[in-house]
């Protein structure tokens, strides 16, 4: 079993920050990219930012600027990096990871976490 835990949405004022956090634990033998994707009422769930192992990292078009997504050190956790943060940021975010398990052969799986409610008022 793998799993991913968030921490760090809150609600914030417009023009603020927050730092969102995301762990990954269980049977993983490599993650190959962690990142966040979003969903707000009524809408898809969108990608926001994606960083791979490579060293790679990609944003999605409005939080370009705004938004930064980092790997720790341990490379088991990501963090999103969110300032000067606007009303229509508010949305439910949620980490993912792309890893192998540890069984064999290799297989990839995509793992979810739970999401994280971030409020942005104006």
Not at 16 to 24: F, H, I, K, P
Not at 29 to 35: D, E, F, K, P, R
Not at 70 to 75: P, Q, Y
Request: proline share 2%; glycine share 12%.
């Amino acid at each position: 079993q793998v799993q991913l835990v968030e921490s760090g949405g809150g609600l914030v004022q417009a023009g603020g920050s927050l730092r969102l956090s995301c762990v990954a634990s269980g049977s993983i033998n490599s993650i190959t990219a962690m990142g966040w994707y979003r969903q707000a009422p009524g809408k898809q769930r969108e990608l926001v930012a994606v960083a791979t192992s490579a060293g790679s990292t990609n944003y999605e078009d409005s939080v370009k600027g705004r938004f930064t997504v980092s790997r720790g050190s341990a490379k088991n956790t990501v963090y999103l990096q969110m300032n000067s943060l606007k009303p229509e940021d508010t949305a439910v975010y949620y980490c993912y990871a792309d890893f192998y398990g540890t069984g064999w052969p290799r297989h990839q799986y995509t793992n979810w976490g739970q999401g994280t409610q971030v409020t942005v008022s104006s």
